[in-house]
């Protein structure tokens, strides 16, 4: 099928819950990918943050094929091999030590907050709210889409659950003032993705912590976006030395594969016994063998040291075009999650850098995300910034 056969096939039976781009992507291999008539682009999305290792990389593929011919499928009912060694994995290299695993971020997320109130219930204990930020993502269920604090995800939905309350990222005091007696965990990305690239100011993570200590509340990590090496450490708590209580992982954890994780602290997990929680395809031989192997690519292959270097090099390219275009506001980023805010809207660039063969996406309307796979080289930097700057070249 060609870009037009397919546009034209999901305009007429997909649901129309996305704007999409009018290409159809094919292939991808390593931070290239191919659409439907053969057109090929250096790839700065990654499926949003998702192909982390990059397109197809070779050993999550094996791991695929070779899990694919022995077990696809068994209910959690049993013990899962694959499960298992993931779990080990991630307690291994993260402050936590047990692991819940779903489908998706919006699970994942919607998993912290249950644990956070069946941890205060179990405990006799009426805490049940939850602090969140404005600006922030945490899923579209319905748990989720409360806790996000952007009024253009919610409209149309009201009336939401009534358990969050709202403040702005990198505010103390506004923490302080919204705990109540009754609050049971305050939920954060630890760098906002959706919202615009939003970096935590010096201390704020670490005062957070303290807050939340002092007053016997849970720290949520959302880390579906930034986690698993985006931010050239597997975890991007680990920039700040500040662990949370309870970690959320998704869209780069399976290094292309749909899975979602709760990583919490034993104190914490422990509130969730047989029953409580559950998700049929939550930590699948499939998809478990193949986050595994995405994991381990990200951790021995040097794709961390790469992805700090490389997202130096981009901030430093970026930082030299604010002189050259007025409209360029602010560079921003940590790691391979990078953000360039401006005073003209980020659709027409994208649209632009598109066309040329590079993709790239917003960040709400006024910031453009950069998010390449974590082997991106130096040169194919220079390309990206080559093509953007002929895009930027027709701003007006
Ligand atoms: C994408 C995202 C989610 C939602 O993940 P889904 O897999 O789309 O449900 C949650 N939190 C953050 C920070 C995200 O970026």
Redesign the pocket.
């Known amino acids: 099928m060609s870009n037009k056969e397919i546009i034209e096939l999901t305009d007429a039976h997909v649901a129309g819950t996305y704007a999409r781009f009018p290409i159809a992507l094919v292939k991808g291999k390593g931070t290239r990918v191919w659409d439907a008539d053969g057109k090929e682009y250096l790839d700065f999305v990654s499926g949003l943050a998702v192909c982390n290792p990059g397109h197809c990389h070779p050993k999550v593929v094996e791991a695929i094929k070779a899990q694919a011919e022995n077990l696809l499928h068994v209910s959690n009912l049993y013990h899962i091999g694959p499960q298992a060694e993931l779990a080990q994995l991630l307690s291994e290299h993260s402050f936590g030590d047990r692991t819940f695993f779903c489908n998706?971020?919006?699970e994942a997320?919607e998993a912290a907050i249950k644990l956070a109130r069946k941890y205060f219930s179990s405990r006799g204990v009426e805490r049940y709210q939850v602090i969140s930020m404005k600006k922030s993502?945490?899923?579209?269920t319905f748990a989720t889409l409360a806790a996000t604090g952007q009024k253009k995800v919610r409209i149309g939905y009201e009336p939401l659950l009534e358990t969050f309350t709202y403040v702005p990222f990198n505010d103390l005091d506004a923490i302080k003032a919204a705990i109540t007696e009754k609050t049971s965990a305050v939920i954060t990305?630890p760098i906002q993705?959706?919202g615009g690239v939003n970096l935590p100011d010096d201390g704020y993570l670490k005062g957070l912590r303290k807050i939340c200590d002092d007053a016997g509340v849970l720290l949520i990590f959302?880390e579906?976006?930034v986690g698993v090496g985006r931010t050239g450490t597997l975890f991007a708590y680990e920039n700040y030395e500040v662990e949370p209580d309870i970690m959320t992982l998704?869209?780069g954890l399976g290094g292309g594969m749909a899975i979602?994780a709760m990583v919490a602290k034993e104190s914490v997990a422990s509130a969730f016994g047989p029953g409580s929680h559950a998700t049929t395809f939550g930590g699948n031989p499939l998809a478990s063998a193949a986050a595994k192997a995405a994991v381990e690519a990200v951790l021995d292959e040097g794709m961390l040291a790469n992805c700090k270097t490389q997202g130096a090099y981009i901030m430093e390219r970026l930082e030299e075009l604010k002189s050259k275009y007025s409209f360029i506001k602010e560079v921003r980023g940590k790691g391979l999650i990078i953000g360039m805010e401006m005073d003209v809207p980020a659709g027409p660039i994208v649209t632009g850098c598109m066309d040329r063969g590079l993709l790239l996406i917003g960040a709400g309307e006024l910031v453009l995300r950069f998010l390449p796979a974590l082997i991106i080289t130096r040169e194919e930097v220079d390309e990206m910034m080559d093509i953007l700057v002929e895009v930027l070249d027709t701003v007006e």
């Open positions: 998706s971020g919006a997320n993502f945490h899923g579209r990305e993705g959706e959302d579906v976006q998704a869209k979602g």
